[in-house]
DNA sequence: CGATAATATAATAATAATGTGATAAATCTA
DNA sequence: TAGATTTATCACATTATTATTATATTATCG
């Protein structure tokens, strides 16, 4: 979902592993191309790179060049290495579409900083809300739920009820606070509603549905094992 | 057209003349404060501030504070001066919403350079904003919407709730805060007019239609599938 | 093991939310 | 200002959801 494919272009294997280690400890999917032309191929097979980092000293086809190619077919966002601090190749590299510039040696955390910084910008880190347990996630940003990735219908209440229970992992909940914390206060029916909504969510979840354990005589409990 | 208002920030006057000189040549407008409190009231008379150029190092109150103030009611992009090139500025700078950092001494050119990167990434130098979700395509800068090629013409409001779906792409997005974004703050009418909206929107669309989805108890959501 | 109490299930009734078309109000335009 | 267009409101039809009820099943404890 939140996996942002990160372009990692630079003749030196050493560097690429440097930089691809760190981005994939973000959380961030990341793909290797030690040349220009490479690069290229890596954009025309996956059209879903969202960021590329690029190298510009490299054999054959530099940086610039690359980034003038890519440039013709789109518009993805383009960080530029270069061992240099010249002016020129800063002005050059804006000229053409560049987003960032990073000199050589960087560290780290300001690379991904810089990363952060650009994505945001793009909107391309949008900050999900999601819940997973076990093989199950709730995304409260879009509404879905998914058991195994497959996604699943629920209604708006057995989506909130699930919502309580899952961010109540691991708490024995009485109906009572049930009530009080999901429906209206306003609500005086029966309790036991709460029982059909459960039987509901719980078949409409398969394999998930035993996370919502009963607890006799007491309620619920939301548990992975 | 292309007038864009850049707001400079500095307490030395030469300063200010030397930036000010070189971008008014760049055809900006440019508007000038020489300190942080001074920023916020040019911000508050002239809501048409495109860019924001901050120097860190001021009496009273610094690049930093000033820049925190300006977040807490606008979005408009900040470039931050600053004399050291240390690295925990830096990150705390990317932190506060910073697009761009730039060490003094600089020269004008990388200033102008980068001031054109950010405009044209934020689209405030006039390219076509366009929004492209499967067959359909909205055109925000000539406000022209077509379903697989064909024009679709849409109402204003209709026009600017679709923009609002198009952007919030994948979010389930409430009545309220449809409201809250679509329409002006001083609408308190009743939240069912969306309805009517999406309604006519859904028909004029044809097959596109099926993008705006209803949750139930909940509102829409903009989706592709 | 059987009585009892609590929960699960399924069907049904009640409720609430959305879709739709007509109409009224507001806004724009000539 | 009249006419046209857009936007908001309303009333009703439709549909999905939620609550209720009745019954079956299961767990607990003497």
Known sequence: MNELKILVVDDEARMRKIVGDFLAAKDYSVVEASNGEEALDRMYEDKNIDLVILDVMMPKMDGWETCREIRKFSKVPIIMLTAKGDE???????????????????????????????????????????????????????????????????????????????????????????????????????????????????????DCGEYIKTIWGMGYKFEVD
């Open 88 to 206: 020129t190749d800063e002005l050059l590299g804006y000229d053409l579409g560049i987003d960032e510039y990073i000199t050589k040696p960087f560290s780290p955390k300001i690379l991904v900083a810089r990363i952060d910084a650009i994505l945001r910008r793009t909107n391309k880190l949008n900050e999900e809300d999601v819940i997973e347990v076990g093989k199950l996630s709730i995304n409260k940003t879009s509404h879905v739920v998914t058991v195994d990735g497959q996604e699943v219908e629920l209604s708006f209440k057995e989506f909130e009820l699930l919502c309580y229970f899952a961010e109540n992992k691991g708490i024995a909940l009485s109906r009572e606070k049930i009530l009080n914390s999901v429906w209206n206060y306003d609500y005086f029916g029966d309790a036991r509603t709460i029982d059909t909504h459960v039987k509901k969510i719980r078949s409409k979840l398969g």
